[in-house]
Nanobody, 123 residues
Framework: QVQLVESGGGLVQAGGSLRLSCAAS????????MGWYRQPPGKQRELVAT???????NYADSVKGRFTISRDGAKNTVYLQMNSLEPEDTAVYYC?????????????????WGQGTQVTVSS
């Protein structure tokens, strides 16, 4: 069983900063990629940033230059540093991880999601 636990959301004024964290735990054989998505009120979930294992980062155009994704491999944790926040960044932010689990000699790669954390930016 794998769990993703997010933290760091909250209410902030426009121009402020927040740092989100997402820790993966459980029967993890390898953590292949991690990322952040968000779902603004009344809209569909959208990609914010991704960080493949050993690969380059990818950002949505709307957050480039303001958000930074990083990971701590030893802690199986991914972070999202959000600076210069705007009211349009208000959303529920979800952590995603592509993880390989091992059961005996069987390996399986699956996508996992966190429970979501609310970020509200006031103008």
């Amino acid at each position: 069983q794998v769990q993703l636990v997010e933290s760091g959301g909250g209410l902030v004024q426009a121009g402020g900063s927040l740092r989100l964290s997402c820790a993966a735990s459980g029967s993890i054989f390898s953590l292949n990629a991690m990322g952040w998505y968000r779902q603004p009120p009344g809209k569909q979930r959208e990609l914010v940033a991704t960080l493949p294992s050993g690969g380059s980062t990818n950002y949505a155009d709307s957050v480039k230059g303001r958000f930074t994704i990083s990971r701590d491999g030893a802690k199986n944790t991914v972070y999202l540093q959000m600076n210069s926040l705007e009211p349009e960044d208000t959303a529920v932010y979800y952590c995603n991880a592509r993880i390989t689990t091992a059961t005996g000699s069987k390996f399986r790669e699956s996508d996992y999601w966190g429970q979501g954390t609310q970020v509200t930016v006031s103008s």
